[in-house]
């Protein structure tokens, strides 16, 4: 690893024995001691002890792995519960929608002047209009 990227955070059990610092917002310092050769340059895996602290820290690093994505799962399970809308805004609200659909349907618009007055693209316009006719078929039957 090279000097200038001891201060990452950690990405891979072997870049956490360099990692120096302070967790975000956690107030967590990591520092990799190791008795055997300089704090620079990080335990020596060569001998038994660099060994081990490298195979303590791969675990600590998984661990933490596997708590975030455990802890992501669970709030997007429970956001999903709550009935949050997950994802960013659609970019036409369903009033544009039905006033695409009526004006496709009176034939006073196409589908690409429906979309320049939008600002969207021409495929945005009908998975939109494809969507909220589903919606409307599951809400009736």
């Not at 369903?94 to 618009?109: C, L, N, S, W, Y």
Request: charged share 25%; net charge positive.
């Amino acid at each position: 690893m090279k000097k200038d990227e001891r201060n990452r955070p950690p990405y891979s059990g072997s870049g956490a024995c360099y990692w120096y610092g302070t967790g975000a917002g956690a107030g967590v310092s990591i520092r990799c001691v190791c008795p055997v050769g300089s704090a620079a340059d990080g335990p020596n895996c060569a001998v038994r002890i660099g060994a081990s602290t490298q195979t303590f820290i791969n675990g600590l690093a998984e661990f933490e792995r596997r708590l975030l994505s455990e802890r992501t799962k669970q709030g997007l399970a429970a956001a999903r519960k709550r009935g949050t809308h997950l994802g960013p805004p659609p970019k036409m609200t369903e009033t544009q929608v039905r006033a695409a659909i009526r004006k496709i349907a009176t034939k006073e618009a196409s589908v690409a002047e429906i979309a320049a007055l939008n600002g969207v693209h021409p495929s945005k316009v009908a998975r939109s209009i494809k969507r909220l006719v589903g919606e409307d078929a599951d809400a009736q039957g």
